[in-house]
């Protein structure tokens, strides 16, 4: 059965720290992994991966995808209270049409 | 502004009164699609549409259904409720196929079932 497992489940920092947020998986012809963040209500995309070993940037925000060990990691730096939310990762399968999601790492970024 | 627009963003009713959560896109996309998200179990897809008059079952269907008579609108009916579907809801869509980068989430219905 394919399967996304996200760690931490809950992550409580403060302002300027930095987090690293992981994402492994086991689904069958992946195509892409993809990072979503959530914070009032509806996810909002942040990253697709679908090479080994080449990062993806957005400003303090930083993705890189393993595919022989099968898993990705979110890093954020230097944390700001806007930062907290819900970070979702996702597998899409290169033969179906479905998004398979983790259950979600929660951030909170305190003062 | 391209969007995609869930109604009601909440709703309390009780046990095996019938129900519709109506979703429409305005962005001429062809799938749309139905998450429901739950504490521990993350989002899960409940059913999908490629296309006008095509829709297909997701992982969790079960006390569920759909119809695609317009490419716009996806409403989602829950004939007879029960409390196991309290959650939190999710119309998406995207222009063609399912793209993950370019999903667009509504804004959610978080459905209390008594």
């Known amino acids: 059965e394919d399967k996304v497992v996200q760690s931490p489940l809950s992550l409580v920092v403060h302002e300027g720290d930095t987090v690293t947020l992981n994402c492994s998986y086991e689904?069958?012809?992946?195509?892409?992994l993809l990072w979503y963040k959530q914070e009032k209500k509806a996810p909002t995309f942040l990253f697709m991966l679908?090479?080994?070993?080449i990062e993806k940037k957005s400003g303090r925000l930083s993705s890189i995808l393993d595919k022989k060990e099968l898993f990705s990691i979110l890093n954020i730096t230097a944390t700001q209270t806007g930062d907290s939310a819900i970070y979702l990762c996702?597998?899409?399968?290169?033969?179906?049409?479905?998004?398979?999601f983790g259950t979600g790492t929660r951030l909170q970024v305190f003062p | 502004e391209a969007q995609v627009t869930q109604n009601p963003r909440y709703l309390i009713t009780v046990t095996g009164k019938k129900l519709t959560v109506t979703c429409s896109q305005n962005?001429?996309?062809?799938?749309m699609s139905w998450y429901r998200q739950d504490p521990g179990l993350g989002l899960r897809q409940i059913y999908y549409?490629?296309?006008?008059?095509?829709?297909d079952k997701g992982d969790v269907p079960e006390g569920y259904k759909v119809s695609r008579k317009e490419k716009r609108n996806f409403p989602l009916i829950l004939e007879s409720p029960s409390p196991n579907q309290t959650s939190l809801y999710f119309c998406?869509?995207?222009?063609?196929?399912?793209?993950?980068?370019?999903?667009?989430f509504g804004s959610g219905t978080q459905l209390s079932v008594l």
């Open positions: 689904v069958t012809n992946f195509r892409s």
């Open positions: 996702a597998v899409e399968a290169g033969n179906t049409d479905k998004l398979i």
């Open positions: 549409s490629m296309n006008v008059e095509v829709t």
């Open positions: 962005m001429n996309h062809e799938y």
């Open positions: 679908t090479s080994s070993g």
């Open positions: 998406a869509s995207s222009p063609t196929g399912m793209r993950g980068e370019k999903l667009f």
